[in-house]
């Protein structure tokens, strides 16, 4: 059982380009997140998807999109990446309405 | 406002040493509460919950906490610290609706 699989695990940017961060998950969670973890500020949300089709912003969704056309992928886009960006990114989902979140391993982000 | 406050950003313990861990919460409804360990490089990892049927919560690895509504306060405990609990922790408010605040992390530190 992977749970929930993120990739790259590293990865380093210059400013502008853009990239792909890919968050996969193999438990059929209705629900899927995404985080970024800056020291002092514990995690803030990104995105977030209740299901294949519907995605709505987060605390921090500016300079990022998502979309969700399975079950399973919730891809998170960066379209032109900022230093300000410079974070590790962790994805999540959970099933109906606990708040039992499960997270992938993360994803740790430089821009140049 | 719904809030989540953890009182220390960094603890630190002798190993065979009782850890204690606090966390303050603000919400006008009995809230969902959780704590989530994170160690170096790793995603996060459910300790424990408290969704009402009890006040103390028994997690894994011989961490507890107790829900106290007249102190709204949901502080971690554990008797004696092992080396291995050595990670950053987090209090976690699920408001519902697939809404979750976390707090800004604790630091733990176990000395030998």
């Known amino acids: 059982n992977a749970g929930v699989t993120q990739t790259p695990k590293f990865q380093v940017l210059k400013t502008g380009q853009s990239m792909t961060l890919q968050c996969a998950q193999d438990?059929?969670?209705?629900?899927m997140s995404w985080y970024r973890q800056d020291p002092g500020m514990g995690l803030r949300l990104i995105h977030y998807?209740?299901?294949?089709?519907?995605?709505d912003q987060g605390e921090v969704p500016n300079g990022y999109n998502v979309s969700r056309s399975t079950t399973e992928d919730f891809p998170l886009r960066l379209l032109s990446a900022a230093p300000s960006q410079t974070s590790v990114y962790f994805c999540?989902?959970?099933?109906?309405?606990?708040?039992?979140?499960?997270f992938g391993e993360g994803s740790r982000l430089t821009v140049l | 406002a719904q809030s989540v406050t953890q009182l220390d950003s960094h603890v630190s313990v002798s190993e065979g040493t009782p850890v204690l861990l606090r966390c303050n919460y603000s919400?006008?409804?009995?809230?969902?509460l959780f704590w989530y360990v994170q160690h170096p490089n790793k995603g996060l990892q459910l300790l424990l919950k408290?969704?009402?049927?009890?006040?103390l919560v028994k997690g894994i690895n011989g961490f507890e906490a107790e829900f106290k509504k007249s102190e709204t306060s949901f502080h971690l405990t554990k008797p004696s610290a092992h080396m291995s609990d050595a990670a950053e922790y987090f209090c976690?408010?699920?408001?519902?609706?697939?809404?979750?605040?976390f707090g800004a992390g604790t630091r733990l530190f176990v000395k030998a």
């Open positions: 438990m059929n969670h209705e629900y």
């Open positions: 408290y969704t009402s049927a009890a006040t």
């Open positions: 976690v408010f699920y408001t519902g609706g697939f809404k979750t605040i």
């Open positions: 998807s209740v299901g294949a089709g519907i995605t």
């Open positions: 999540a989902s959970s099933y109906g309405t606990t708040g039992e979140l499960f």
């Open positions: 919400s006008s409804y009995s809230p969902s």
